[in-house]
Structures are given as C-alpha cells and as structure tokens.
C-alpha cells in the first residue's frame, strides 16, 4: 500500500502525519479517515478550491487532472505546478508528500 505523508501544517496537523492508503481513494478521503480535517466545501464535488493541496512527492503517479479541477485551480491561493484538488487527486501505487497550503479563499468556513 503506498504511504501518504502530511507534511506539518500550523493548526490542521501540527505534528504532520504518515500512513498508509489503499489505491483508489482520494488523497481528501485518505486524510480525513485519519482525522485530519482539510476544508472541503462543497463536500467534495470539484465546486471550490477549498481542498487544495501541493503535492511535493507523486505527483506524476497520479491521473492528470480533467479540465474543471485545472479550472478551479486556477483559483486556487498559493498555486503551484504541482497543486492538486485532494477530493480529486486519487491515490495510486506511489507513495506521496502532500502539503496544506497556508491558506485557503474559503469566505465561510464551518471549523473556525
């Protein structure tokens, strides 16, 4: 089973986080059955930008993404070449390094 790394982010996962996922799964279902809660919006429908995540390792393991997750990417705070939506970046055989942005464009946000 490939190993996800959560790199440490300020209040979602201060300490980061290393486990194993099955194949098949988002890298945002992936985490959140680990108890770490990144922002998903619109309940991981590929509406928002609110999942957001750069991935600093596996990148390319991954199915490129179709066109409204680059759309939305676009609007993504902190793009960078290897940002992903994590509701929409689904797990494959290699292991990954997935960093949380800083910051998100969420205007409302239930968790805070």
Sequence with gaps: MPKITILPH???????AEFESEPGISVLDAALGQKIHIEHACEKSCA?????????????SLEEPEENEEDYLDK???????????????????????????????MVSENH
């Design 76 to 106: 993504a705070w902190g793009l960078e070449p290897e940002s992903r939506l994590s509701c929409q970046a689904i797990v494959a055989d290699e292991d990954l390094v997935v960093e949380i942005p800083k910051y998100t464009i969420n």
């Design 48 to 60: 928002c930008t609110t999942c957001h995540v750069v991935l600093r390792e596996g990148y390319y």
């Design 10 to 16: 300020e209040s979602i996962c201060p300490d980061g």
